[in-house]
């Protein structure tokens, strides 16, 4: 048990290097997406298209706010700039991606864990911030 404690209070040494490995993964997860939504294969209007399909309000300006939002927040997560602020809109995006894929499929377990994956990263850095090494700690 002994053991076990010190490996806890070891690794608790580690939290701001962790929140910056947690910014990129974000970062890597919302580009790809915001990506994909603005200039992939499904550029602005297929992403409309699917909006509209699941009962979002406003479809292709909800895309070009949805596709925009993921994109600026790639290098304010890599840098950690406006860190919690950025979180917490994204983390309103990811709600809202979870219910329209819920009301789309009305099943917990098909398509949501990415929403929802992507909101617990959120919440995480919209609660505990950055961490040490990024700009928000120097402002």
Not at 1 to 24: E, K, N, P, W, Y
Not at 62 to 77: C, E, G, K, N, R
Not at 112 to 139: H, Q
């Amino acid at each position: 048990m002994s053991a076990l404690v010190h490996f806890f209070s070891f690794v608790q040494g580690f939290s701001d290097l962790t929140l910056v490995i947690v910014r990129i993964l974000a970062a890597i997860v919302f580009a790809s997406h915001g990506w994909f939504k603005s200039f992939g294969k499904q550029k602005f209007r297929g992403s409309a298209e699917r909006f509209a399909e699941r009962g979002i309000p406003f479809p292709l300006l909800a895309s070009y706010i949805t596709s925009w939002s993921q994109l600026i927040a790639v290098p304010l997560l890599v840098l950690g700039f406006m860190t919690q602020w950025i979180a917490l809109l994204l983390a309103l995006e990811m709600v809202v991606a979870a219910w329209a894929k819920y009301m789309d499929t009305h099943a917990i377990f098909d398509g949501m864990d990415l929403p929802l994956g992507t909101l617990a990263i959120c919440l995480v850095l919209f609660v505990l911030g950055p961490g040490a090494y990024s700009l928000d700690a120097l402002f």
